[in-house]
């Protein structure tokens, strides 16, 4: 028998681990003005939720249009769902949207009405709302099927496309062993759609509200995603639509009109630009330019912090690392890679370098992933060699490597994308590297697409990369690096990690905590990245915006966002 489940009852199991931040009263332990942390308790919809928030703050209908600035950083390559980057997402969080959604923490209804689970934790059923594309369309279960079908498709072997390997016969057909028709997901009719997973898991459902699970229209896309950089072709689903793109300078949302609470959605418009360099960004703040951005100079963010209500710290589910080109020499021996690990003050990096609030490092897994029985993954793997600075051991495994002393080390380069906070990491941590093992490491600064490039190329010694949580599982950090995976950078590969990955994806409980903690305890053995530190966001943020949301998933939210007086 199947049990139905409401939206929000169901969301209390992942509210804790669905943190997320918005324009409400301030919670307790965090910064000035920081926002609500929903609480399990809590039964209202995010209409609802926006609504009352709106109208507490502005019961007054402004009649002048209402514009939104919001810098989002570099420019995205793409605004598709299933194949733009981080900064990409943010804005897709605004344009498209899935069975559900995550907003203020918890999960909350989406296309999805409503939904029933099978009590074996095998099977669900989603029942479609009403609503339609933006070029006024209606939106099917089939929209969703053919979506999930193309993240899965064998021809396109998109790395995400492994998010899909918990439904049953989805890792068959991304391997091109057996139909698209066997596999565990289809439309019942244009309102219903079925889904039978490898294995109960809880986090199915926050998938849902992941972009690669949103739905787009198979008539308007194409392979590489110019269909979604053009505001003739761009046909989406959420609150917003593309109506302008101006290269290297911004891209403009405008109200869309079909979405199916357009009712409750108060912005007219949206202004997103691309500035990067943070102190600009900061100018055109002061100057009114600019009404919400994440990246306040570190050098302000003291001064910020003690005076200016419209400063916040928001959490943030992401890690920053160091990834080892392990394919080139040195780093082709995993005692340089340790070397340097265990040679590096992380803790000097968050008190003395970012001074945010930043968390010291000692994993690829973020604290706030927890595991089958409630423990924090990160409180049961442990810090490995993260727990302090260990030159000793560095400077013997150096000397193993056939550098004693730092003699003969050749000269390798450290890559990161140009940001003041990004300089002076790589600054310290060159300086560390220096008085630790006698290592002269070169550092490059290159504009974001030119570093992502370089990336993706694998055209790297050691590069800079920051990797936030798209679901609430330690999955979500771990499976990056899959051999063959699109980003696993590094080019690392070990059979036994790949083996611990599989076996998460195909097990529950305890087994598959064993297999997690396992795969993460290899990734350190082998020393794959030289991790940094847990992130937080720090913003400015307009006291007169209201209603706005955070989460350390999907990220921004401005669906039920209002501008007062």
Same mark, same amino acid.
């Not at 787009?216 to 046909?235: H, I, K, L, Q």
């Not at 920053?320 to 003050?345: Q, T």
């Not at 003969?408 to 008085?435: H, I, S």
């Given at each position: 028998?199947?049990?139905?489940?409401?939206?929000?009852l169901?969301?209390s199991?992942?509210?804790?681990?669905?943190? +997320?931040?918005?324009?409400?009263?301030?919670?307790?332990?965090?910064?000035?003005?920081t926002?609500?942390?929903a609480?399990?308790?809590?039964?209202?919809?995010?209409?609802e939720?926006a609504?009352?928030?709106a109208?507490?703050?502005?019961a007054?209908q402004d009649s002048?249009?209402?514009?939104?600035?919001?810098?989002v950083?570099? !420019?995205?390559?793409?605004?598709?769902?299933?194949?733009?980057?981080?900064?990409?997402?943010?804005?897709? @969080?605004?344009?498209?949207e899935?069975?559900?959604?995550?907003?203020?923490?918890?999960?909350?209804?989406g296309?999805?009405?409503?939904?029933?689970?099978?009590?074996?934790?095998?099977?669900?059923?989603?029942?479609?709302?009403?609503?339609?594309?933006?070029d006024g369309? &209606?939106?099917?279960?089939?929209?969703?099927? %053919?979506?999930?079908?193309?993240?899965?498709?064998?021809e396109?072997?998109? /790395?995400?496309?492994?998010?899909?390997?918990?439904?049953?016969?989805?890792?068959?057909y991304y391997?091109g062993?057996c139909?698209?028709?066997e596999?565990g997901?289809?439309? #019942?009719?244009?309102?219903?759609?079925e889904?039978?997973?490898?294995?109960?898991?809880? $986090?199915?459902?926050?998938?849902t509200?992941?972009?690669?699970?949103y739905?787009?229209?198979?008539d308007?896309?194409?392979p590489e995603?110019?269909?979604?950089?053009?505001?003739?072709?761009?046909?989406?689903?959420g609150?917003?639509k593309l109506?302008?793109?101006e290269?290297?300078? *911004?891209?403009?949302?405008?109200?869309?009109?079909?979405?199916?609470?357009?009712?409750?959605? *108060?912005?007219?418009k949206?202004? #997103?630009?691309?500035?990067v360099?943070?102190?600009?960004v900061?100018?055109?703040?002061?100057?009114?330019e600019?009404?919400?951005?994440?990246? #306040?100079?570190?050098q302000?963010v003291?001064?910020?912090?003690?005076e200016d209500p419209?400063?916040?710290?928001?959490?943030?589910l992401g890690?920053?690392y %160091?990834?080892y080109?392990?394919?080139?020499?040195p780093f082709?021996?995993?005692r340089?890679r340790?070397?340097? @690990?265990?040679?590096?003050?992380?803790?000097?990096l968050?008190?003395?370098?970012? *001074?945010?609030?930043?968390?010291?490092?000692?994993?690829?897994?973020?604290? @706030?992933m927890?595991?089958?029985?409630g423990? !924090?993954?990160?409180?049961?793997?442990?810090? %490995?060699?993260?727990? /302090?600075?260990?030159v000793?051991?560095?400077?013997?495994?150096l000397?193993?490597?056939?550098?004693?002393?730092?003699e003969g080390?050749? !000269?390798?380069?450290?890559?990161?994308?140009?940001?003041d906070?990004n300089?002076r990491v790589?600054?310290?941590a060159q300086q560390?590297?220096?008085?630790?093992l006698?290592?002269?490491?070169?550092? !490059? /600064?290159l504009?974001?697409?030119?570093?992502?490039?370089?990336?993706t190329?694998h055209?790297?010694?050691?590069?800079?990369?920051? $990797?936030?949580? &798209?679901y609430?599982?330690?999955?979500?950090y771990l499976s990056?690096?899959v051999?063959?995976?699109?980003?696993?950078? +590094?080019? %690392?590969s070990?059979e036994e990690f790949?083996?611990c990955?599989?076996?998460s994806i195909h097990?529950?409980?305890?087994?598959?905590d064993k297999?997690?903690?396992?795969?993460?305890?290899?990734l350190?053995?082998?020393?794959?990245?030289?991790?940094l530190y847990?992130?937080?966001?720090?913003c400015?943020?307009?006291?007169n #915006?209201?209603?706005?949301d955070?989460?350390?998933?999907?990220?921004?939210?401005?669906?039920?966002?209002?501008?007062?007086?």
């Amino acid at each position: 028998m199947k049990r139905i489940l409401s939206v929000v009852l169901a969301a209390s199991m992942l509210t804790g681990l669905l943190a +997320g931040c918005s324009s409400g009263q301030k919670p307790a332990a965090s910064t000035e003005g920081t926002g609500t942390v929903a609480s399990a308790e809590e039964s209202t919809t995010a209409a609802e939720k926006a609504e009352s928030t709106a109208a507490s703050a502005d019961a007054k209908q402004d009649s002048a249009e209402k514009v939104l600035h919001w810098n989002v950083g570099a !420019e995205p390559e793409a605004l598709d769902p299933m194949l733009m980057g981080t900064t990409g997402m943010q804005v897709v @969080n605004n344009t498209f949207e899935g069975l559900m959604r995550t907003y203020e923490g918890k999960l909350t209804p989406g296309i999805a009405e409503k939904y029933e689970i099978s009590d074996d934790g095998l099977h669900y059923t989603f029942h479609l709302r009403d609503s339609k594309w933006s070029d006024g369309k &209606d939106l099917v279960a089939g929209d969703f099927i %053919y979506s999930w079908l193309r993240m899965i498709d064998p021809e396109m072997k998109l /790395s995400y496309g492994k998010q899909f390997f918990y439904i049953k016969n989805a890792e068959k057909y991304y391997n091109g062993e057996c139909a698209a028709e066997e596999v565990g997901f289809r439309a #019942v009719d244009d309102k219903t759609i079925e889904v039978e997973l490898v294995a109960p898991s809880p $986090f199915f459902l926050a998938l849902t509200a992941f972009n690669i699970y949103y739905p787009v229209r198979e008539d308007v896309v194409d392979p590489e995603g110019a269909w979604s950089r053009n505001p003739e072709t761009y046909v989406c689903n959420g609150p917003f639509k593309l109506s302008g793109w101006e290269l290297n300078q *911004k891209a403009v949302l405008e109200k869309n009109e079909n979405y199916w609470n357009a009712d409750s959605v *108060k912005l007219d418009k949206i202004e #997103v630009s691309f500035m990067v360099d943070e102190s600009s960004v900061m100018t055109g703040y002061r100057a009114g330019e600019v009404d919400l951005f994440k990246g #306040v100079p570190t050098q302000e963010v003291a001064k910020l912090q003690a005076e200016d209500p419209e400063f916040h710290a928001l959490p943030m589910l992401g890690m920053l690392y %160091y990834i080892y080109n392990v394919e080139r020499e040195p780093f082709n021996d995993v005692r340089v890679r340790k070397a340097l @690990n265990m040679a590096m003050d992380r803790e000097a990096l968050v008190t003395n370098v970012t *001074k945010s609030g930043e968390i010291a490092g000692t994993g690829n897994v973020t604290h @706030n992933m927890l595991l089958s029985d409630g423990r !924090e993954f990160r409180d049961a793997a442990g810090s %490995y060699y993260f727990d /302090s600075v260990k030159v000793d051991e560095a400077k013997a495994l150096l000397a193993e490597a056939g550098y004693p002393n730092g003699e003969g080390f050749p !000269e390798v380069v450290l890559t990161y994308n140009a940001t003041d906070v990004n300089k002076r990491v790589a600054e310290a941590a060159q300086q560390m590297w220096k008085e630790n093992l006698n290592i002269d490491i070169k550092l !490059e /600064s290159l504009e974001n697409k030119v570093a992502a490039e370089k990336r993706t190329n694998h055209d790297f010694d050691m590069i800079r990369y920051g $990797f936030s949580a &798209d679901y609430p599982d330690p999955m979500t950090y771990l499976s990056v690096w899959v051999s063959g995976a699109k980003g696993n950078y +590094g080019q %690392y590969s070990n059979e036994e990690f790949d083996k611990c990955i599989d076996d998460s994806i195909h097990t529950t409980g305890a087994d598959r905590d064993k297999a997690l903690l396992r795969a993460e305890e290899i990734l350190m053995e082998d020393a794959v990245i030289c991790p940094l530190y847990e992130v937080v966001d720090t913003c400015m943020i307009r006291s007169n #915006v209201v209603g706005w949301d955070k989460t350390g998933f999907s990220g921004w939210f401005f669906g039920y966002t209002d501008i007062t007086d």
